[in-house]
């Protein structure tokens, strides 16, 4: 049994062999078999839980499959199928839940169901404390335990029924090691005294959770560059996203399959340039696939040409964390980060795992205030730096 814990390269060392048992899993469609799960459920405090979505073949992202490890067993459940999962998140509201990457996790589930998780262990946020390479759970899973999830599954439509052997396969893997990879990374944790980072990085996971995904914004459109257009490549920009996004919405599918944002900016910048309609939409190429849509971008493109920019939604005024920093702010920030960096070199982490960029500015105008910018670890990290004892 000890041999599944050791790392891969040690265990090939060994002898020991590497190939991944395809755990046994029940997929559950039938209102009529969620009884053993939920019986399941009331046997343990700890389940392993991921999910699948269809955020990359749809306008609007749907749960499609639910994945969960408990008491030993795996139980796929298909979130498309109508069936009554009340019983089933009051049960997981209770328990300890053990993910990797959980933050589109939870705020997916959130936005479902309003679910909130009792406490969780991440395996992703475990490896970026422990410095590890690679943190995608196919790396870490290839790393130490000999597994190699199907590329093709990561990125199959789970909107689509029936699925396929080979997609609840890969599904059925992505929970059957997280309580192995989680006793792994914690001894590690344990050895460099990090548990307790662990634990408020987890914390903080599940509290930015309950805000969901960000909610449709009047501004959303300026993408990218767009602080330098000024006149009418402004007003182009706003009538082409809104023209991508209704052509989204109309095919179901994702704004980015439509086209990429590097077109609109493109788009824009030419508008901006003073070039007319007819010389923009002469450089614009939507592929095969999307030529059909090319008259009502062309009608876009137009109308935004002569929209009068200043009766585009206004942004938001920018509150004091946005603003730009003072010289001395500047300066202060500088000696912050080379310290942070020195400091991240030392403990072998990410310098942005300690305080990211914005974080930085933050402390650079606040210094007083770190404690309500960083979480505990970190703060308890910085607060010694020379150029914070000097601030």
Known sequence: MISRFLPLR????????????????????????????????????????????DNMFHYKTRLCLLQFLVDGEVFLVDALAGLPLDGLWQRLAKKHIVMHGSDFDL????????????????????????????????????????????????????????????????????????????????????????????????????????TGFAAPDENDWRIGQSERLRGPGLSVLHAVWHWREEQAKRLDTPPFKVCGNKLLLQISEAAEAGDSGDSILAKVHLGKRHTRLFPSLEAAVRDGITRDPHTLPRRRGRDRNHAALTNAEVALQDRIRADRDKLAAKLSIEPTLIATRSQL????????????????????????????KQG
């Open 10 to 53: 040690l265990r090939r060392l060994l002898g020991v062999k590497t190939v991944a048992r395809m755990p046994a899993y029940q997929l559950i469609d039938q209102p009529g078999q969620l009884a053993p799960l939920l019986a399941a459920f009331d046997r343990v405090d700890e389940v392993s839980l991921d999910t699948e979505a």
């Open 107 to 210: 705020r997916l589930l959130h936005d479902l169901c309003r679910f909130r998780p009792k406490s969780i262990f991440d395996t992703m946020l475990a490896a970026q404390l422990l410095n590890r390479p690679r943190v995608g759970l196919a790396s870490l899973l290839e790393d130490h335990f000999g597994v190699k999830l199907s590329k093709e599954s990561q990125k199959a439509n789970w909107s689509r029924r029936p699925l396929t052997q080979k997609m609840l396969d890969y599904a059925a893997l992505d929970v059957w090691h997280l309580p192995a990879l989680r006793d792994l990374l914690t001894r590690e944790l344990v050895r460099l005294r990090r548990v307790e980072w662990l634990e408020q990085q987890c914390l903080a996971q599940i509290e930015a959770g309950l």
């Open 361 to 388: 500015a933050q402390i650079a105008r606040q210094p007083r205030q770190i404690d309500d910018i960083l979480l505990p670890w970190q703060a308890g990290l910085l607060r010694n730096i020379p150029s914070l």
